[in-house]
């Protein structure tokens, strides 16, 4: 798969997923791929390796913020291909311990920058004619999960904003495709909070006996923002080995 001449932004790219989907858009040939996280230490390398990585250090909470640099992107390329909204936090508690604070701050940066992204950057791609907007949505999304009614409650907005943006950015024969992945267990940084237990419990019940690597998720997203998916819309792929079934 290819992404020769491609322009491409990542949300969350200084770490796990996110950075993992930053080199592949880069081995794949993508023209720039602009890293946008909060900090990027410990990035270097990426830099090194790979000329077309542009990291850009922006809180996707921040509407005017987002807007600015969506604008300086266009004007420096004159195009954007590819939108990766992976930006994401978990702030765990039980509901009825969960303050308003920890609900906040996971619904604004896992569901409002997502708004916030793809309203600068939908319109876009309407205009171009084409695009692909990759959202990163969780099987918790699917499920449910204990102690996470913030983290399922931003996930499955995801989900339904996936659906629709599917619906209004291909309005008027514009080819921009909205699809959304939903993780398993994935070795990330997120993932190393999780009591061991837990997660030796879900390798139990995944059936392909492991927990997932941020490379199984980030080829999912190489194919979603390359034409070898030019068919594909409005689809929650999971990439779970197996979990949920």
């Known amino acids: 798969m290819t992404l020769r001449d491609k ?95 920890e609900w906040n701050a996971v619904i604004a940066v896992n569901l409002t920058g997502v708004f916030h992204m793809a309203r600068a950057i939908g ?27 913030n983290y399922a409650a931003s996930k499955g907005g995801v989900i339904s904003l996936t659906k629709t943006w599917a619906k209004e950015f291909a309005r008027k024969g514009a080819q921009v495709r909205v699809n959304a992945i939903a993780p398993g267990f994935i070795r990330t940084p997120m993932t190393e909070k999780v009591p061991e237990r837990i997660l030796e419990a879900m390798v139990g019940k995944t059936l392909l006996g492991r927990l997932g690597e941020p490379e199984d998720v980030a080829n999912a997203a190489l194919w979603l923002a390359s034409d070898a998916s030019s068919y594909v819309t409005a689809q929650v792929i999971s990439v779970d080995g197996g979990l949920v079934i």
Do not use: W
């Open 7 to 101: 322009v491409c932004v990542v949300t969350g790219g200084a770490r796990g997923i996110g950075r993992a989907i930053v080199e592949a858009y880069a081995a794949a040939g993508a023209r720039a791929v602009y890293a946008i996280d909060t900090g990027f230490d410990g990035f270097d390398e990426v830099t090194a390796t790979h000329a077309s990585v542009r990291p850009v250090v922006l809180d996707v909470t921040d509407a005017a913020a987002v807007d600015a640099a969506v604008a300086g992107f266009r004007t420096d390329e004159g195009r954007i291909d590819v939108l990766v909204n992976n930006a994401g936090i978990t702030r765990d508690n039980l509901l009825q311990k969960m303050t308003d604070d």
């Open 123 to 149: 319109p876009l791609m309407m205009e171009q004619g084409a695009g692909s907007i990759v959202n990163m949505a969780s099987i918790v999304a699917l499920t449910g999960n204990v102690g996470q009614s």
